[in-house]
DNA sequence: CGCCCACTTGAGCTCTCTCAACGCCTGTGG
DNA sequence: CCACAGGCGTTGAGAGAGCTCAAGTGGGCG
């Protein structure tokens, strides 16, 4: 972990991780690493101080995990509970021409217990977008931790409950929505999400994604998602470079994608 | 109920219902009307004959609906959970533009009990897709329920999980499948559903859908979509009429949509 | 009998895809 | 230190899937 911070050239998407008043040295126990999960599940259900202690607690179980890195293989059933705490990950699905459709982004704070809670095996695969920091929570620890605080166990099926509505915002967004609209409304979407875990700054946040990642979050082909994202800033509602996305014009972006925040 | 059965023209939907060695009057007790719900529960975790008289309890709760009745308002908490027994029901969201998408369909022995169990508003509108038998049993009736038959409280635990994982699929067949693989998936789903429910004989189902609900859960025009059903009969996989629809070739048709009934 | 709704068919048009090429940056190896 | 390979973003052009508009058919119901 350590040494992550010192890697050549800082990964935009580990940005988020060492955030806020820089840290001369990883200072663990309040580290800012816990934050996204400890900030997200507050949202859903009010922690208190031995909640976020709990939840600082997990940092012994983070490491980092190079893009590509397959955290939980389709079919598989994980003995060990995944939680995002930097970078982007996908939960997807391939096709036999190797077509993927990614279904979901775990973004810092969001975590997969699927295996553990439930051994069901899983119908996709979820895989690291990039370099990320996660940590693999044996099932005993995640058990015990769930059962010796209701509230994040709260706050966890909450946020499992806006993991199926955004699911279903998503099926709406390629059905119904131009490449453009699907474009601005994944956009606003990542904007709330990474709001709430403290990732957004001025209307500006990291979006680490590639083209080619967003083109099979959205139905799109990674050609037609250049044109699109060209539009966007053609339209001055975003700027986007350096994997640096700039909401230019939240409203009228908002308006144009028919975003609504509900769901979240 | 009794009416219904009556009803000048009987409804394809309602078919289902009363299916197999005819009843001259409605047996109550030991109706077949609950055997959805049944049959579906005990594929997810066996149920014994406690369980059974339970759910067939239901009975008393059920009471027909016409088309286009919104069961549950999008935005609203349900004090009771909807559980459908005979037609089909959808979730979907609507656009400005009055555009809809279809984001799940609830079939006999699917239900919805968001309100009831996590009172948390919902992100979309449940609506009777034709005449349907439903239940609405209220919270009090439903926790009980829940309550003292924990092997029903498992099942439907697990109904859910593949509930959430027939979005994830819906999701990528809209994203990475072209129009007529589309249908082709819906229609090996639905024939996989219907028949753990006992409602597919010889490969053949009844599909009370319109081409327009079809349109509106594939994502694809109403035209278009007539014109990929053309294309599937042409193809000699599947022969519909007066909705009723026959898988001619099943491999084939599952081959060809690269259908894997796994999720389910 | 007539209306309404679902299904069908045709034609032109648009959005999006595919193929292909090129520039840029980065990491690698000579 | 430089050459090179690979990945990503960008651009152009032609092709195709699917859309919209429009009209017509047919069946069920008032």
Redesign the pocket.
């Given at each position: 972990m350590g040494t992550l911070a010192t890697t050549?050239?800082m990964d935009p998407a580990i940005s988020g991780f060492a955030r806020g008043p820089r840290q001369a040295a990883p200072a663990p126990g309040r580290d800012r690493s816990a934050c996204a999960l400890a900030r997200k599940l507050d949202g859903f259900a009010p922690l208190d101080e031995q909640d976020r202690a709990a939840l600082a607690d997990l940092i012994g179980y983070v490491r980092p995990v190079e893009?590509h890195t397959v955290l939980v293989e389709q079919d598989s059933v994980a003995d060990h509970a995944i939680i995002v705490f930097a970078g982007f990950a996908s939960r997807d699905k391939r096709r036999a021409s190797g077509?993927r459709q990614i279904v979901a982004y775990l973004i810092p704070g969001d975590l997969c217990d699927r295996g553990v809670l439930h051994d069901y095996s899983l119908d996709h695969t979820i895989e690291a977008l990039m370099h990320c920091l996660v940590a693999k929570v044996p099932r005993t620890a995640y058990l015990d931790l769930l059962g010796r605080h209701p509230r994040i166990a709260l706050a966890l099926q909450r946020a499992r409950l806006a993991e199926e509505a955004t699911a279903h915002e998503w099926l709406a967004n390629v059905g119904m929505?131009?490449?453009?609209?699907?474009m601005a409304h994944l956009l606003c979407e990542l904007m709330e999400r990474l709001g709430t875990v403290g990732q957004v700054t001025d209307g500006q946040y990291d979006l680490p994604?590639?083209?080619?990642?967003l083109?099979d979050t959205l139905?799109?082909?990674?050609?037609?998602?250049?044109?699109?994202?060209?539009a966007l800033r053609r339209d001055k509602l975003i700027s986007?470079?350096g994997?640096r996305l700039r909401i230019l014009a939240p409203r009228r972006l908002r308006e144009f994608a028919e975003f609504e925040a509900g769901y979240l």
């Open positions: 050549a050239v893009r077509r929505r131009s490449g453009t609209e699907r994604l590639t083209q080619t990642d083109a139905g799109l082909s990674s050609v037609h998602v250049n044109r699109v994202l060209q986007l470079g994997h």
